[in-house]
């Protein structure tokens, strides 16, 4: 309902009225109180022009937006889940001529859940909507085979339709229609999951609404963010810091729901309060600003920094194919050799020296190979990436050799030995040399030694990578885990296979092998009076013309 407006005797923002009126208004924050008393008509041109109303301007503006797909980054206690609670019995209590559906709330704990669905209740009743009281109960969500039954707290309204708050997150909305709202969304595990889920609903007239603090900029809540800021998603976001907050009257509901008056000076003291409580973590948690974390070993800006237009080549093995006679498989891969990577092979710098490194997988992560090359000032320049799924060892070791006898000026490669990567490790150093292929076990040490080097050559410019999705998500899916920074789980990729790092290691034992060059591997040309002959005729010393113009 309505809070009063500041008086001229106490000007300032936020301001409880003092009086008859004030105090009337003052307790349609009493939802009993109000539903009790019957103010009589005469009296709503005076109110509706003398009083503010009860959500605060950056409230007011979250609820007017209808956007399908709406995201709120705020700070932390700034009433933004309260006011979204208005708007959901509104939509809950409408027909469905009038635009009316189900809202499901989807909080991270039973608390959340219970403290939204109190909220609704009292809308409810302050609207003066029939609406029955809090059901406890459980509903079953299905993932495939699993069924997952999670604890709600339910309202049903006189339209037909529900308000639903769970206690946890679902595995999937199957079978939902309406409004979800995902409080807290930073803070959900599998949020890209439940994003997915969520935004499906809007291919039949459903609304999303997401709420959150920031967790990092590393998080799916700053991604999706930032792809609606981008355009990249059609959607709108607001943003509500804890300053704008206070500026439109947050002290002065915390002073009015305390009982006690507002006060300039009480509101500066209380605000400085606030923030030495937050510390260090204000600029996140209060300011809207995502602090660089979540354990990122590199920042999404840093490494799109450093990308630039090369391209990567993905080879998917069907199912079956190892068992190919061997002449198929070895025309099969041969022939998207010569046709995607030896234009790219042959257009290389003749004079730079190459490098090489390579993160095996087999029939469950990624086989991907990064040459590169070491320019005059040093830069590691990544010219294309390799990705191979289900490839058998033969091929991989046909696609290895092929990539590195064609690179200028070889000096050398690193290569997961690992597992089953062993064998064809094996095989390539067997090739070349085992001076030149080093066979890489990573364990903790050797990420502890080998990865602040890979991290200072994107802080100084010295390494350009290609412009791709997934190899974004690789390198950021590197994380500082006990003080050492290496891959913790697993992500899917754009070929809807699963991922580990896979592009991120790969280049991180490129870098290994560029700071531990071996010989070179090239022929350079020798002059054709090698061994003393100068091959001119003159006089009686006629030379033997030797056939020699060059030399390995």
Not at 106 to 124: K, L, S, V
Not at 350 to 356: G, W
Not at 422 to 449: C, D, H, K, P
Not at 457 to 464: H, L, N, P
Request: aromatic share 8%.
């Amino acid at each position: 309902m309505a809070t009063a407006k500041t008086s001229p005797k106490t000007a300032g923002k936020g301001v409880p009225l003092k009086g008859s009126l004030a105090e009337a208004t003052a307790r349609a924050l009493r939802p009993h109180d109000l539903l009790e008393q019957d103010l009589p008509a005469s009296l709503a041109a005076q109110v509706n022009s003398a009083v503010d109303a009860v959500l605060l301007r950056y409230q007011q503006d979250w609820v007017a937006d209808d956007s399908d797909l709406k995201v709120a980054e705020k700070s932390r206690r700034v009433g933004l889940t309260w006011a979204e609670a208005s708007d959901n019995v509104l939509i809950a209590a409408k027909s469905r001529q009038g635009g009316g559906m189900n809202v499901y709330y989807i909080g991270y704990n039973m608390d959340m859940a219970i403290e939204y669905i109190e909220a609704c209740a009292m809308w409810a009743r302050v609207f003066n909507q029939v609406a029955e009281e809090v059901e406890e109960g459980e509903e079953v969500f299905k993932d495939g085979d699993d069924e997952k039954s999670i604890k709600t707290y339910t309202i049903r309204f006189a339209s037909g339709f529900r308000i639903v708050a769970l206690s946890s997150r679902p595995a999937n909305l199957r079978g939902k229609q309406g409004v979800v709202v995902i409080d807290e969304a930073a803070f959900h595990g599998a949020l890209d999951e439940l994003l997915k889920a969520a935004l499906a609903l809007l291919i039949w007239g459903g609304k999303v609404r997401v709420i959150s603090t920031h967790d990092g900029d590393q998080n799916p809540f700053n991604e999706l963010v930032n792809e609606i800021r981008s355009g990249a998603r059609k959607g709108s976001v607001h943003r509500i810091t804890f300053k704008e907050a206070v500026e439109q009257g947050l002290f002065g509901r915390v002073c009015m729901r305390k009982g006690v008056a507002w006060d300039i000076d009480a509101q500066a003291k209380w605000t400085v309060s606030v923030y030495a409580f937050y510390g260090q973590a204000a600029e996140e948690e209060l300011d809207v600003v995502p602090s660089q974390g979540s354990g990122a070993w590199l920042t999404s800006a840093l490494v799109e920094q450093r990308m630039y237009g090369a391209p990567v080549l993905r080879y998917t093995c069907p199912k079956g194919f190892e068992q190919e006679p061997d002449q198929v498989r070895w025309t099969a891969v041969q022939e998207w050799l010569d046709l995607e990577v030896g234009p790219l092979l042959a257009e290389l710098p003749q004079d730079l020296q190459s490098v090489f490194g390579q993160d095996f997988g087999r029939s469950g992560d990624l086989t991907v190979m990064v040459p590169a090359q070491i320019e005059q000032n040093l830069r590691r320049r990544i010219p294309f990436l390799l990705e191979l799924r289900n490839m058998p060892h033969k091929q991989q070791d046909q696609v290895a050799k092929y990539v590195i006898k064609r690179l200028p000026r070889f000096v050398k490669a690193a290569v997961d030995a690992r597992g089953n990567g062993n064998a064809v490790s094996e095989f390539l150093a067997q090739e070349f040399g085992y001076s030149r292929v080093e066979l890489i076990m990573a364990t903790e040490g050797w990420y502890r030694t080998n990865m602040p080097p890979l991290k200072q050559a994107f802080e100084d410019d010295a390494i350009a990578v290609p412009r791709d999705k997934d190899v974004l998500s690789d390198l950021r899916a590197i994380k500082m885990i006990k003080g050492v920074a290496r891959v913790p789980e697993r992500s899917t990729g754009k070929d809807g296979g699963q991922r580990h790092g896979d592009a991120g290691i790969a280049i991180a034992l490129m870098y290994y092998a560029s700071r531990h060059p071996g010989s070179e591997m090239a022929w350079t040309p020798m002059p054709k009076s090698s061994r003393g002959f100068d091959t001119v005729a003159h006089g009686d010393d006629d030379d033997l013309t030797l056939s020699e113009p060059e030399a390995w």
